[in-house]
């Protein structure tokens, strides 16, 4: 028989670190923060971007900051 090991209780978590490409500054250090149901503020520690962006709840940060990133391409957020 083997030896019984001690049970390890693992911390997951389930969500990931929303860490992301800052569109100003390029470093990995933008973050998307839910403020309310429907406002998320979108942060870079580096460059102090600082934007108030409006999404649903509903919607996934990822998916909040591609639209983001995608408005600023097209110019429709300057930042
Ligand atoms: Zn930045």
Avoid at 11 to 17: D, S
Avoid at 31 to 45: E, L, W
Avoid at 49 to 58: G, R, T, V
């Amino acid at each position: 028989m083997g030896r019984r090991k001690r049970k390890v209780i693992k911390v997951f978590k389930r969500k990931l670190p929303k860490i992301l490409a800052c569109p100003k500054c390029g470093n990995i250090s933008l973050i998307v923060d839910r403020v309310s149901d429907d406002v998320v503020n979108i942060k870079c520690g580096t460059c102090h971007l600082f934007y108030p962006y409006s999404a649903p709840k509903e919607k996934e940060y990822i998916d909040t900051y591609n639209e983001f990133v995608d408005k600023i391409n097209r110019g429709e957020i300057q930042i």
